[in-house]
């Protein structure tokens, strides 16, 4: 479902003044109609409209639109192959690592663990509907058609932009950081001690230059990065391989031990971080841009769901059986040592992809214009590494906070969004029946209203369409209240030390 069920509009005042009445039924000879807005019709601010209609079949000027506005994008138009990278990598990170030492009842921890990998694919649904309903290409032109929606609004819309980039900012910048400290965690206990300095500076800075080729790539396109991507999944594919033959072996599985995790990165809300994704209307956009106009049909399948699906199951198979591993801090030597390397190359290979996609800090325009030196990026990059090297004890209420940060945007955002856009702002289409008084020839009734076999058909379409409303809309509701604000209070109570 892409849109909203159609709303029933009974006279020509409510049509005229733009706005719906509730559902109560439907009409079986109504006629679905698009209604436009003088005030939506074209974005503020230069916004480009997206339409998302079509799976595959794009006009030659809304590519053209398209591509324009993700060329700039450090999520170009990329492959199926290499969405499907994206879409899967997320999956092969901190969080299944921490899987074989969550310390968990079984019949706990397998139904935590299910559920948050369908509350994963429910939610990338979410976003996937969104994007094709307000026909936006990104998370802040989403964020701004549901809160600051038409003219006349540019300083909320500008607000918003600024409070929607700070929070993508921060959230990836504290999960990098976190990524290269946990990975010096991991190397730390296997480094030569015999320098007079502390290790772990020298270890962070010996990692930091190692990955800085690749974090210098401009775009997620770059071969150098999709390479490193690649290698960070065989990495855990190596790991998790290593990993099995342990626990089939009944060798003891080696613990993820770091002194910079807060006490949320324990059993349950280490599952809900395992299927955390940050980048899921981006990469649907980046597919979309690679449909050519003149090939609107191309080889390659470029169907999003089909991709999302595929991920989350790779990524539910590779991870799923972590859960069933007993872990223990004593394993032999030798393996504890190859597992460590493996965790720490699957979350290093990880930090390019997200320090590129980090939006840039708002420099003023003479220092922009006047070089074409990354400065930005730059300053991002050692800001990594500065909160990668902090004292433990602000190490571990920094993961807390990048826990609930990627919570929130998960499981929470898409769901306060699909409700604020389909409760409580007015439809994009209306349904207007043929007895209500039309204000233009374009709506006259359809020469098909009187013939029962198709009324008959457009009622069971349409019952169809509000089952499957209430489902979404149930969904949604326990995705915010349930599952987002009772994590959110548990989470919490967890930190000050209620429970």
């Not at 092969?92 to 690592?97: C, D, E, F, I, R």
């Amino acid at each position: 479902m892409n849109s909203p069920s159609p709303r029933s509009s009974t006279s020509s005042d409510s049509f005229a003044s733009g706005r719906a009445s509730p559902i109560n039924g439907f009409d079986s000879s109504a006629a679905l109609i698009i209604v436009p807005d003088s005030e939506d019709s074209e974005s503020p601010n230069g916004g480009v409209s997206f339409d998302f209609s079509s799976e595959d079949d794009d006009t030659e000027d809304e590519s053209d639109l398209q591509l324009e506005r993700i060329r700039d994008s450090p999520i170009p138009p990329l492959s199926s192959i290499s969405v499907f990278l994206y879409l899967l990598a997320p999956f092969t990170k901190l969080g299944a690592l921490l899987a074989p030492s969550a310390d968990l009842p079984l019949n706990v921890a397998l139904p935590a663990f299910v559920l948050f990998a369908v509350l994963s694919a429910f939610t990338r649904q979410l976003w996937y509907m969104l994007a094709r309903y307000v026909r936006r290409a990104d998370l802040e032109e989403i964020v701004l058609e549901t809160f600051a929606r038409g003219r006349g609004k540019e300083t909320r819309r500008a607000f918003l932009r600024q409070l929607v980039r700070f929070f993508t900012g921060l959230l990836r910048v504290l999960v990098a950081a976190l990524y290269l400290r946990f990975s010096v965690d991991l190397l730390l206990p296997y480094s030569p001690d015999v320098l007079a300095i502390p290790a772990r500076p020298i270890t962070t800075l010996i990692l930091a230059a190692f990955i800085a080729p690749l974090v210098a790539a401009r775009t997620l396109g770059s071969r150098a990065v999709i390479y490193a991507s690649w290698a960070s999944i065989a990495a855990y594919a190596v790991w998790f391989s290593c990993t099995a033959y342990m626990h089939a072996k009944h060798i003891l599985v080696p613990v993820a031990e770091s002194s910079s995790l807060g006490t949320l990165w324990h059993g349950i809300p280490a599952f809900s971080f395992t299927f955390a994704t940050m980048s899921t209307v981006p990469l649907y956009a980046s597919l979309k841009g690679t449909v050519s106009p003149l090939h609107p049909k191309p080889r390659r399948s470029q169907s999003f769901k089909l991709l999302s699906a595929l991920s989350i199951a790779i990524g539910v198979a590779g991870t799923l059986p972590l859960v069933f591993f007993e872990a223990s801090p004593k394993p032999p030597v030798c393996l504890k040592t190859t597992v460590a390397v493996l965790s720490a190359a699957s979350l290093l290979l990880s930090v390019p992809s997200l320090v590129i996609t980090t939006p840039q800090l708002p420099l003023p325009l003479s220092i922009r214009r006047a070089t074409n030196f990354p400065l930005s990026k730059v300053l991002v990059y050692i800001l990594i590494i500065i909160l990668s090297v902090l004292p433990a004890s602000i190490t571990r209420v920094g993961s807390d906070l990048v826990l609930l940060l990627a919570f929130a945007s998960t499981y929470m955002v898409p769901a306060l969004l699909h409700i604020i856009t389909h409760n409580f702002r007015r439809p994009l289409s209306i349904v207007i029946p043929p007895t209500t008084p039309t204000m233009s020839s374009e709506l006259s009734p359809s020469d098909s209203a009187n013939d029962e076999l198709l009324q008959r058909k457009e009622h069971m379409l349409q019952r169809r369409r509000l089952g499957r409303r209430l489902v979404w809309d149930i969904g949604v509701w326990v995705l915010l209240v349930p599952v987002g604000g009772g994590g959110l209070v548990w989470a919490v109570g967890r930190m000050t030390d209620k429970w």
